[in-house]
């Protein structure tokens, strides 16, 4: 797998939470490797009850349908053989993180992933959009899109090109060949005030170590 490799992924859901009983309508994702996208997994399913006027609204996903669509437990078997291994990326990672945790545990699997959060870390490495919506920052970027939003892989999609620029902004601002994932999790911890220390310290560590990964300092 290579190093930059990341999943970004992006659920639509009959509603906030796991724990009141929502599921997944649609399961969006696209694989990145190198700054491209390689790969896309989409799928609609079928939660096992009617969706409210609101989502399918909100969605454009109607009873219809879900109805005629693969129950949860098929995609999510399909979607975890998918995914692998692989670090994982959304937008507002705390809740497509819960709804994925929630459907593996029915399926008896479990999330071995790290999943990173891009609302958190563009927040510190955007600090001059107007908010962190991603509508806002599809407009404060210029990421290319047809204007569809509240799709699972359309939004996939263009958090997928916002992990993109994340990484692109790194690499042009302080001359990094390789943006490792655990960067950009680890900036979403720090604050905002801290990141470019927090960076440029993580370089210098960086330039410590190399020696010794490549022999030149033996004892």
């Known amino acids: 797998m290579p190093e930059s490799a990341v999943i970004v992924l992006d659920f639509e859901t009959t509603g906030h939470s796991p724990a009141f009983g929502d599921r997944p309508i649609e399961v969006g994702a696209v694989r990145i490797e190198d700054g491209m996208m390689v790969d896309r997994f989409q799928a609609l ?5 009617a969706i409210s006027w609101f989502i399918e609204s909100l969605t454009g996903i109607s009873n219809e349908l879900v109805a005629a669509a693969p129950d949860c437990e098929e995609v999510m078997t399909r979607f975890a053989d998918w995914i ?37 870390a563009s927040r510190r490495l955007f600090p001059g959009s107007p908010n962190h919506k991603l509508a806002t920052l599809v407009r404060h970027l210029g990421i290319r899109t047809d204007g569809t939003f509240h799709r699972a892989l359309a939004d996939a999609e263009m958090t997928g090109q916002l992990w993109i620029a994340m990484t692109d902004l790194l690499r042009g601002r302080y001359h990094l060949e390789e943006v490792p994932f655990a960067l950009i999790q680890a900036l979403t911890r720090i604050a905002r005030s801290k990141v470019d220390r927090f960076i440029r310290a993580h370089i210098d560590a960086q330039r410590v170590l190399q020696p010794v990964a490549t022999g030149a300092w033996t004892a």
């Open 45 to 49: 399913m079928n939660p096992g009850f």
């Open 84 to 120: 692998g291994d692989t670090p994982l990326a959304a937008h507002n990672a705390r809740f497509d993180g819960t709804f994925l945790d929630a459907e593996l545990a029915r399926i008896g699997r479990e999330r071995i992933n790290p999943m990173a959060c891009t609302v958190l």
